[in-house]
Nanobody, 114 residues
Framework: QVQLVESGGGLVQPGGSLRLSCKAS????????YAWYRQAPGKERELVAD???????NYANSVKGRFTISRDNTETTVSLQMNNLKPEDTAIYYC????????WGQGTQVTVSS
């Protein structure tokens, strides 16, 4: 079973930045799309951004121009650089491989508040 370990969250003021990282114990990591998701209190989990094996990216409209997803196929990590954070970005952030049915990791909490 693939394990997903997210890190890098924290408390930040509006306008601040954070960089999230996810380590996947996926021996075929480099072959597949990986994605970041988030779940805010009382809301469903939503897709934030994804990245293909070759580096093509896709973003939710709410984060375009502020977030950047990247990956390192050698290290089997996927990262999310988050700039100009807003209170509505507050959520638990998770990474996963879409459609793979992997168990979710513990996520990393991002709180944007003054």
């Amino acid at each position: 079973q693939v394990q997903l370990v997210e890190s890098g969250g924290g408390l930040v003021q509006p306008g601040g930045s954070l960089r999230l990282s996810c380590k996947a114990s996926d021996i075929v990591f480099g072959r597949y799309i990986y994605a970041w998701y988030r779940q805010a209190p009382g809301k469903e989990r939503e897709l934030v951004a994804d990245i293909t094996r070759s580096g093509t990216t896709n973003y939710a409209n709410s984060v375009k121009g502020r977030f950047t997803i990247s990956r390192d196929n050698t290290e089997t990590t996927v990262s999310l650089q988050m700039n100009n954070l807003k209170p509505e970005d507050t959520a638990i952030y998770y990474c996963n491989r879409p459609n793979a049915a992997f168990s979710w990791g513990q996520g990393t909490q991002v709180t944007v508040s003054s």
